[in-house]
């Protein structure tokens, strides 16, 4: 068996648009701290629009500057259901996605895009700014009370251990819930005591918003943060469909990469031994 076939897989929906290719060399360091292989994914409409000759030459130059495997697919059909599909075919570790290319933000919550970051098999990370980054120092973290919430501590764990990055955990309550502030302060604080006994640096701060997407962004980028980690809704109410749910208000509006994590069917370690 080839020692390829080993790797996990980064797959990246790739329409040729600037920010699609950007998001693939961000996602270099990405493939190198996680033993990961690249996916190249370019799904075309129409007969005639397949671009076989510059998936070749664009997956050779990928390969040739990362250092790492990078392969691709050429595929007919809708970008947001065949990333979903490839990505639970091939088992994919994330998908990295340009949002300027097809995702851009006037689509951003069209039911179709929406709905692949929610149902793709695997986290999901999206990038809107062209900042370049070489590294990751600083994921922030924000966590509220619910169960799917704290799923994602784990993981934050795994991806902050691959780059030898800190955690930022951000607890946000409004003025009006006193009880939840309490409660939510008092669990910031455990998390950020759970993630230090597994030997990643980590931080807590809790603060009150009436506009969560606004000030969990303001909030990335006053500490300088490299990677924001969200937790999708696993279901969506009426209004939700309409307006957009809080992971895709911060995806929207976020200069900096967002990945979004799935809930799971169980609780993770974290859950199932703190609470």
Avoid: W
């Avoid at 693939?24 to 690249?38: C, P, V």
């Avoid at 809708?78 to 995702?103: P, Q």
């Avoid at 251990?161 to 955990?169: L, Q, S, T």
């Amino acid at each position: 068996m080839d020692a390829n076939d080993k790797k996990d897989i980064i797959l990246i929906p790739l329409d040729f648009t600037e920010q699609s290719i950007y998001a693939i060399s961000q996602s270099y360091n990405l493939a190198r701290y996680t033993n990961s292989k690249l996916l190249l994914l370019h799904v075309y409409e129409k007969q005639g629009q397949e671009r076989f000759d510059d998936i070749t030459k664009l997956a050779k130059k990928t390969s040739d500057e990362s250092g790492v495997p990078c392969d691709f697919m050429n595929i007919k059909g809708s970008v947001y259901k065949e990333t979903v599909r490839v990505a639970g075919e091939v088992n994919a570790k994330l998908v990295v996605v340009g949002i300027e290319s097809h995702m851009k933000s006037a689509d951003i919550f069209s039911e179709s895009a929406s709905q692949m970051v929610r149902e793709c098999s695997c986290p999901v990370i999206t990038i809107r700014g062209r900042e370049q980054r070489d590294g990751c120092e600083n994921i922030l973290m924000p966590i509220d009370l619910s169960r799917e919430s704290r799923e994602k501590v784990d993981m934050a764990i795994e991806y902050a251990k691959y780059f030898g990055a800190a955690i930022r955990v951000l607890g946000i309550f409004s003025l009006k819930d006193e009880k939840y502030e309490n409660q939510l302060h008092a669990y910031v604080h455990q998390v950020k005591q759970y993630i230090k006994s597994k030997g990643v640096t980590c931080s807590n701060k809790t603060m009150p918003s009436e506009n969560i997407a606004e000030t969990v962004v303001e909030y990335a980028n006053k500490i300088e943060s490299d990677l924001i980690m969200i937790m999708n809704k696993p279901g969506l109410t009426v209004k939700e469909r309409f307006v957009g749910t809080l992971a895709q208000k911060v995806i929207d509006i976020s200069n900096i990469p967002v990945m979004t994590v799935n809930p799971r069917e169980r609780e993770t370690l974290y859950a199932s031994s703190a609470l």
